[in-house]
């Protein structure tokens, strides 16, 4: 099935579903609602939701080897609804009709009506790595680290998840998203991925999570494989490693470990992806890249956690701060990209940030990211550094 075909038929099914939950609700009292979560309409069981998110970015750049250029530009805009139906069936889809990367993300169906479990199919992220998994609302930066540039992003296919008492776990079969994201490294092929989360203190203000992913992603035939990283600003477009066209890889696994710990507004995460290349010709290369990141809620709101996916999500602020809730955060990350005969360079970044709240729905953002690659793409010592702004809006 071609991913414009399951698109359809999730946006068909949505549209039935909807449709047939109207006409049986036409005898139930309609009621609309409009909030910091969005506009929404709900009759009898059934719910549509509408919203959407807005990241407008600045990036400033300087930088003595590849050349940059300064940037201000819309990141995403994005516009989404959701039905629910009941309790157990949800669907979901969503676009960016604005951004740097436009076209369909999310385009899924759910079913959670047995007990502890969830079916997905559709496109959606690939349950790999925290990262990528959470919104990007609620990233503690304004981009993701370097090693989620060897994660799995939006692919279309089906996953099952089961979830425990402190632990979780899903998987699931998936092969080429619906579209190409301009931002996104992709392969064409076909993975199964399997997710483990373990969550031995979940508690309202206090989590401390473990978890392990792997991905064994088969290429398909005359299909190649390619890493490019920036550094962090995507705005630029520009890559500092890349490991150019890679023919001759057959296949790949992809390994994720992480680990983070929570208490009320402070959280430290860590996590390395390791990436093992089917590639004789090439000397079987192995990419590697890790993240260790910290964060503190100064006005003392608390993270919020998620077992289900093992990702940590919104800060909200206290009503009682007039000025919004207000975060710093610092970040070290890595991506090794030279081994056997692939010569795509290998990165390190020092980031600080700070995020003000202005409330639910209004976010303002600031980095200072400092990267030395050792050597770059071209193969050469650079140093680049970077001042980026965010004002984000989302309901």
């Known amino acids: ?13 949505g549209f039935a579903v909807g449709a047939g939950g109207m006409a049986h609700a036409q005898d139930n009292e309609i009621d609309t609602d409009f909030d910091s979560s969005g506009f929404s309409v709900e009759s009898g069981d059934m719910k549509l939701s509408l919203g959407g998110r807005l990241h407008v970015d600045t990036v400033a750049i300087e930088s003595d080897g590849i050349q940059f250029t300064d940037e201000t530009d819309i990141r995403r805009l ?3 609804a959701t039905i629910d139906l009941g309790k157990d069936w949800r669907i979901k889809l969503d676009g960016d009709v604005g951004g740097l990367s436009p076209g369909i993300y999310n385009a899924w169906i759910s079913y959670d009506g047995i007990k502890d479990w969830e079916f997905k199919f ?10 990528n998994m959470m919104s990007s609302n609620n990233m503690k930066f304004i981009e993701r680290a370097l090693p989620s540039e060897l994660a799995p992003n939006f692919l279309l296919g089906a ?13 699931g079969y998936f092969t080429n998203p619906i579209e190409d994201e301009e931002l996104t490294n992709r392969d064409d092929g076909k993975s199964i991925v399997v997710r483990g989360v373990f969550a031995p203190i979940d508690k309202r203000r206090e989590v401390l999570h473990f ?18 990283a920036g550094s962090e600003f995507a705005l630029t477009r520009q890559s500092l490693l890349d490991t150019a066209t890679l023919n001759g890889v057959d296949a ?16 430290v995460e860590a996590q390395q992806i390791t990436r093992s290349n089917d590639a004789p010709l090439l000397g079987d290369p192995e990419f590697k890249g890790m993240s260790v990141q910290a964060a503190w809620v100064l006005t003392g709101e608390r993270q919020r956690y998620s077992l289900g ?18 975060e ?5 990350s890595t991506l090794d990209l030279q081994d056997g005969g692939v010569l795509g360079g290998e990165l390190k970044n020092w980031t600080v940030g700070v995020n003000w709240y202005v409330n639910r729905n209004v976010r303002v953002s600031a980095n200072y990211v400092d990267a030395k690659a050792e050597p770059n793409r071209l193969g050469a010592p650079d140093n680049p550094s970077a001042i980026m702004g965010r004002l984000q809006v989302a309901f």
Do not use: C, Q
């Open 1 to 13: 099935m071609t991913g414009k075909w399951a698109m359809a038929l999730v946006a068909s099914v």
């Open 78 to 80: 994005r516009i989404d």
């Open 122 to 131: 559709g496109n959606f992220i690939a349950p790999f790595n925290h990262e």
């Open 159 to 171: 996953s099952a998840a089961y979830e425990g008492k402190n632990w979780s776990v899903t998987g």
């Open 211 to 228: 978890a392990a992913a792997v991905e064994r992603r088969e290429l398909d035939s005359g299909a190649s494989s390619r890493v490019r």
């Open 252 to 267: 790949y696994t992809n390994l994720n470990i992480e680990a983070a710990y929570m208490n009320g507004p402070f959280l």
């Open 309 to 326: 996916g093992g990702t940590f999500g919104e800060i909200r602020p206290d009503k009682d701060n007039a000025f919004g809730a207000w």
């Open 328 to 332: 710093v955060a610092a970040r070290y």
